[in-house]
């Protein structure tokens, strides 16, 4: 019996061994360990033999089976591993062959450079208002103090509607506007469309854009609109630019500053894009004169505040090194793919 | 407003050699320097030199050799064609290495043999003009007759070395429109003293002439001055007057008009001259009549209306006032009696008689900024003071001056306190008084007066402006905000954001138009004339047609742009847009009547010229997905045809119950061919307000099912013109809340069907929330479904 156990065992090792796929696997498992299986029928003829051979067959028998576990174990991770091996192998594709694409668009390289920098304003505390473009020449002017007869509202810069309204020519009518029907604290950022009767040219357009900014609270002073802005830049443009302010005049605020930001070009050593300079003007801001908050009925003996605009168009162009206005206008779909 | 350096220091002594620095400075104090440029750079060693000799050229008839003392040991041997040289006379010697502008260099060369060394110069190859150096002759070598020495630099014999600065002066600061003024600006800046100009009036006293004014419109003249003189002799104004008057930028004419504007120039105060022989009876100053003309000091024919305010005598208009002078009335080389004016003119009037004529000139200039009536009589004193020095005549004759203002300096209560509190500084009372000193303020005991000529200081805040500007706006400490509350969203700026990046991950590239269209564009989309997009609101000064009405819909902003794309060849283009329609409609805002309403659009516009990746279905597919993520139910698609601009057969209508959230579809094929487009463009026009006030942006969780789902086809034969949707409709009312999804696969019009019927298949997902759905169940759901649609002549397949 002994030999006839090895001979099984020999030819169970030798037929697992040889066997590449998964199915005969499952038969030899059956030939050799199922219900009618060679080495079952081997261990079911163990009652017949003899008391002293029985412990040594049957652990033969025992050893013998457990080997052939074993072994079909093992083939089966060789056959599988290897399948596998060549199914990957059939599903091998060129990769560099190029992606099936989903079709994204993209934002105005205006309304990016606008969303970027309300964030940035937002994240200082300064919510965002709108405001109409026909506008009251209330707010557009008077309100802002620039009086009747000023060449600011000549009908040559304005566009007219009526007699009384007109497109707004700044965002600063947004000012008169809020702080008549608010109280202060104050901090609004608006952002929006004005007009100026300007031919368009690479520089010049009769629409563009501005934001305009306002902060009115007690104890505001221009150590605060130095800083507020100066952060601003430095958030923009990049943690390197510097600043600095220059005396301007603006009819609704007092003192009135302008401030310059270093090249973004050259770094203020001096180039062609800031005219050898060093700098290149921003914005213009100011604190908020006494006369515009007390015509919108806040006390300027209690409150102060500054307020400042630049133009985003400009800005825009500055960002994305764009030389002509135009383009922002011409929405040509090569032009918007590359934001 | 150019600044001469050479006339700069008439008034102060600014120690500072560095232009650049002077620049940098004037700049941080408040005189914002534009740019600035340093005259004779291009000419260099050019020298006076003397014809001792002049001889023939032994082999050319045309040449002569002029011996030349330049001062030096040696005279030079100098060659030249020109025929006005004469022994002794005195001349602009361009020695070997010289530069002369453009960029031309002089070098030793032989002319026919003859050696030469050096060129006499012309007015030309000096870069200089005719009325520089009036009695030149201009096409021969210049003959000066200035008081210049052998030897001497041209640059500084002529005058030619100057450094000229370009200011932008702000429309606060009319004072610095003038030299005196940035001298006042640049002695503040650097605390030096300025050198005040003292002004002469003892020639006023005499009346030995007669001079008469009659009538001076109140209204529009605040003082008005003449001053007469007689026995004139017109010539060419010194070489020093010239050349500061050529330095910032003003052509000298002749002695008398050349004073005008040199005191103009130093003072700030315009005059004119007028030849006293050619007035006829009294001057007024009075608005011009209708159909009045005058031909002006440029020769040009200048109609006039009655909104002008003109000089006039008794015949003839003499000048439009602060504008320009007339032709008749000139100072010609033959005028022998002079007449003076000096005066201000209201501001406003000028400039819009200035912009009315197309004629702004440095004179108008100044006057539109409003000037200051205590300057006038400084004018005529320094205009009378030049008379002299340059020996024209007496300056003694008859003034007249009529005053219909009165001027006092500001004065302002000193609040130390606030001053620092709105600059955020610690400056002490003294530091402050200094400051403002620099600049020409008074202390007074609790106030300061302002200068007489800052009529812009009137407040606090302004003299904190002026203090702070000293001290430097850079000086002033940077501090951070103080905490305050978080910035309050803005929801519908939000959402108008959210809806761009719906449109953009949808494959939609956004684009910025034009708010002002064309009325041409009603035509061109076909609009009837009581159509109410033709309600526009119009721009009363447009810039030309093309942007003379506020749109009424975005669609022609859209189509444009669409057209721009496929001029350039741009195979396949999305766009989508935000921006107003502007319908005109009256309502009553806090303020009074207001006839527009702006209203946020959202326009999404396509082509494709090959039309295969767009359609109508792509483009519906798009924005329903996109109002499905922004939070909008319910909504429904309803054909309409009657758009004039769009496909009858392919538009609908977006509704949510009666409401309008606006329309989708096809355009026209005859609006595209009007904007030049191709067949298959598409647009969608959403009002962005309405979707704002119906979106649900709340979410809430809902929970996951906890049964499975059934899935069944339903193929249907209906009529082919029953709308699908009303075949959705049907199943969605019969299977309620038994129904999660909806999808139709399929429709199919041909042989498999009856003439006039199509198949339409559904795929059904079947859920319940409360258990699981078993066959017999759903049979029951879909007989009664199939009952139902069978009502309406919709049968199973």
């Known amino acids: ?339 | 407003m150019l600044l001469s350096w050479d006339w700069l220091k008439d008034f102060v002594d600014v120690k500072c050699n560095d232009v650049k620095k002077f620049c940098e400075a004037m700049t941080m104090s408040g005189s914002k320097v534009e740019s600035f440029e340093e005259l004779g750079q291009e000419i260099q060693n050019v020298v006076v030199g003397k014809i001792i000799e002049i001889k023939k050229h032994p082999d050319a008839e045309k040449l002569v050799i002029c011996t030349v003392d330049i001062g030096a040991k040696e005279s030079l041997k100098i060659v030249t064609g020109a025929t006005n040289v004469f022994e002794s006379a005195m001349v602009p010697v361009a020695c070997h290495n010289a530069r002369l502008p453009g960029g031309v260099k002089i070098k030793k060369t032989r002319l026919r043999g003859v050696q030469s060394e050096g060129m006499l110069c012309s007015l030309k190859e000096l870069g200089l003009q005719l009325c520089d150096f009036p009695y030149a002759q201009e096409d021969g070598i210049l003959i000066l007759k200035e008081d210049v020495h052998v030897g001497e630099d041209i640059l500084t014999a002529l005058k030619l070395k100057d450094v000229v600065v370009d200011f932008e002066i702000t429309s606060n600061r009319p004072d610095c429109l003038s030299i005196l003024g940035l001298a006042r600006e640049a002695a503040a800046t650097y605390n030096i003293a300025l050198e005040e100009p003292m002004f002469n009036v003892k020639q006023f006293e005499n009346n030995k002439e007669k001079l008469e004014v009659k009538e001076v419109c109140e209204g529009l003249c605040k003082r008005y001055m003449l001053h007469k003189i007689s026995d004139v002799q017109v010539s060419y104004s010194p070489l020093w007057l010239r050349a500061r008057l050529k330095a910032v930028g003003i052509r000298p004419v002749n002695n008398i008009v050349d004073i005008t504007n040199y005191v103009m120039i130093e003072l700030g105060q315009p005059m004119h001259a007028f030849d006293a022989d050619k007035v006829e009876g009294a001057i007024c100053v009075r608005k011009a009549h209708v159909g009045e003309e005058l031909v002006t000091l440029d020769g040009v024919l200048r109609e006039l209306d009655d909104s002008m305010l003109v000089i006039a005598d008794e015949k003839k208009v003499l000048a439009i006032a602060g504008v320009m002078g007339g032709l008749e009335s000139e100072i010609t080389a033959g005028t022998k009696n002079v007449i003076f004016e000096s005066a201000v003119f209201d501001g406003t009037s000028v400039r819009q008689t200035a912009k009315k004529l197309g004629l702004r000139s440095e004179s108008s200039a100044r006057f539109e900024k409003g000037l200051l009536i205590y300057n006038c009589p400084n004018a005529i004193a320094r205009a009378c003071e030049l008379i002299e020095k340059l020996d024209i005549a007496d300056p003694i004759g008859a003034t007249i001056d009529i005053v219909n203002v009165q001027e006092k300096p500001n004065e302002i209560e000193l609040d130390c306190d606030e001053i620092n509190n709105l600059l955020g500084t610690t400056l002490t009372i003294e530091e402050i008084a200094n400051y403002l000193k620099w600049l020409g303020f008074e202390m007074l005991e609790d106030t300061v007066r302002a200068p007489i000529f800052r009529t812009d200081i009137e407040c606090v805040a302004d003299l904190a402006e002026e203090v702070a500007r000293l001290f430097g706006y850079n000086n002033i400490p940077s501090v951070p905000l103080p905490g305050g509350d978080i910035a309050k969203p803005n929801d519908f700026e939000n959402f108008k954001n959210e809806l761009a990046s719906l449109a953009v991950a949808h494959g939609f590239y956004e684009t910025v138009t034009y708010s002002m269209v064309s009325p041409k564009h009603f035509e061109k989309l076909l609009l009837e004339e009581a159509d109410p997009l033709r309600n526009c609101v119009e721009i009363k000064n447009p810039l030309g047609e093309d942007k003379s009405i506020m749109r009424t819909t975005t669609i022609p902003s859209m189509l444009e742009t669409l057209n721009k794309n496929m001029s350039q060849k741009n195979e396949r283009v999305c766009l989508f847009d935000i921006g107003c329609a502007y319908k005109k409609k009256e309502f009553k805002d806090e303020n009074g009547k207001r006839v527009v309403d702006e209203r946020p659009m959202f326009t999404l516009g396509a082509y494709d010229i090959e039309g295969r990746n767009i359609d109508f279905f792509v483009f519906k597919g798009a924005i329903e997905g996109i109002l499905d993520k922004i939070g909008i139910r319910n909504y429904t698609f309803e054909a309409v045809s009657n758009l004039s601009f769009m496909h009858p057969g392919r538009t609908a209508k977006i509704k949510i119950d009666e409401l309008e959230l606006g329309f989708i579809g096809q355009l026209h094929p005859t609006v595209a061919k009007n904007y030049e487009l191709c067949k298959n463009v598409l647009v969608v026009e959403l009002d962005i307000k309405t979707m704002f006030e119906l979106a649900e942006t709340k979410k809430v969780y809902k929970p996951l099912p906890k049964y499975p789902a059934v899935l069944r086809d339903l193929a249907l034969v209906c009529d082919k013109n029953t709308p699908v949707a009303f075949i959705e409709s049907i199943i969605k009312q019969e299977l309620k809340n038994n129904l999660e999804e909806l999808e139709l696969f399929d429709i199919y019009e041909g042989v498999q069907v009856p003439l006039g019927k199509k198949s339409v298949a559904f795929n059904l997902k079947l859920r319940s929330t409360e258990k699981t759905l078993d066959d017999e169940y759903i049979d029951k759901l879909i007989i009664a479904v199939l009952k139902n649609l069978e009502s309406y002549d919709i049968i199973l397949r």
């Not at chain 1, 300064?126 to 109409?132: K, L, M, N």
């Not at chain 1, 809020?178 to 950022?189: A, C, L, S």
């Not at chain 1, 357009?205 to 601003?232: C, W, Y």
């Not at chain 1, 270093?262 to 003007?281: D, L, Q, Y």
Request: proline letters at 4%; a neutral charge.
């Open chain 1, 1 to 339: 019996m002994r030999d006839i156990i090895e001979k099984i065992k020999n030819m169970a090792k030798k037929e697992i061994s040889e066997a590449s796929n998964i199915k005969v696997l499952e038969e030899l498992r059956v030939k050799y360990l199922g219900k009618k299986g060679e080495i079952t029928q081997k261990l079911k003829e163990l009652s017949a033999v003899s008391a002293e051979l029985k412990p040594m067959l049957g652990k033969l028998l025992n050893d013998v089976k457990r080997d052939i576990e074993e072994l079909l174990t093992f083939q089966m991770e060789t056959v599988r591993n290897l399948a596998l091996k060549e199914e990957l192998e059939r599903e091998r594709i060129d990769v560099t062959i190029p992606g099936k694409r989903c079709m994204i668009g993209a934002r105005h390289p205006l309304n990016a450079t606008t969303n970027e920098i309300v964030r940035i304003f937002s994240s200082m505390g300064f919510s965002v208002v709108a405001g109409p473009e026909i506008e009251w020449e209330k707010y557009n002017f008077d309100m802002l103090n620039i009086p009747k007869n000023h060449p600011a509202r000549d009908e040559s810069d304005t566009f007219f509607i009526s007699d009384e309204l007109a497109l707004r020519t700044q965002t600063s009518s947004v000012q008169a506007r809020y702080m008549e029907t608010h109280k202060p604290p104050i901090r609004i950022i608006s952002p929006g469309r004005v007009y100026r009767i300007d031919e368009i040219d690479a520089t010049h357009s009769p629409m563009f854009h501005q934001i305009e900014g306002l902060i009115v609270e007690r104890g505001i002073n221009m150590g605060h609109l130095k800083h507020t802005l100066d952060a601003f830049a430095r958030a923009f443009y990049g943690e390197d630019t510097k600043t600095r302010f220059r005396p301007h005049h603006f009819q609704f605020t007092e003192p009135s500053a302008e401030m310059d930001m270093s090249c973004f070009n050259c770094g203020g050593a001096g180039c062609r894009v800031c005219k050898n300079e060093g700098w290149i003007e921003l914005l213009g801001c100011g604190m908020v004169h006494p006369k515009v908050l007390e015509m919108c009925g806040i006390d300027s003996n209690e409150y102060t505040g500054f307020a400042f605009g630049m133009g985003l168009d400009r800005a825009a162009m500055q960002k994305f090194a764009i030389n002509n206005l135009k383009l922002f206008f011409e929405n040509d779909v090569r032009f918007l793919k590359q934001f």
